[in-house]
């Protein structure tokens, strides 16, 4: 009888180390969207620094050329920050699709599980119910035999 959950607990092992990976892959995404995070925050941090030692440095006179550098200088930074941006929002896209994937290898599991367990269920009481009907019948045997050999008495 265990041969015939085996193809079932084959199903439900796939299952498990197909959500084990998925649960790598989202712990990967979200690695990456942190790092993705930290990196946006390393270029505002560079960009407070710049303007706070631009602010504090150049009291004096400043040429035109200089002016014009800190400005284009400026303006990259806030160009990577924007594109920084656009990459954290794709790797908290991608992160959210590895969470939905894993929630849906995750209730595959369950419901694999749960068949497993109803089929066992239903397995012991079909088991249980031959039992029943065996014990039935050995009780009747019994019963008609202490009936026939009360009868034998009585007839002697």
Known sequence: MNHSFHGLQLAIELAERQRDELAQVLARAQRQAQMGQQQLQQLQSYAQDTDARWIQGHHTALSPELIRHHYQFVERLQHAMGMQDGVIANLARQEAQCRASLVQAEMRVSGLKQVLEKRKLSLAATEQRRE?????????????????AAHLEDTR
Request: hydrophobic share 55%.
């Open 132 to 148: 029943q009907g065996r014990m039935d019948e050995m009780a009747a045997m019994v019963h008609a035999r202490r009936v026939a």
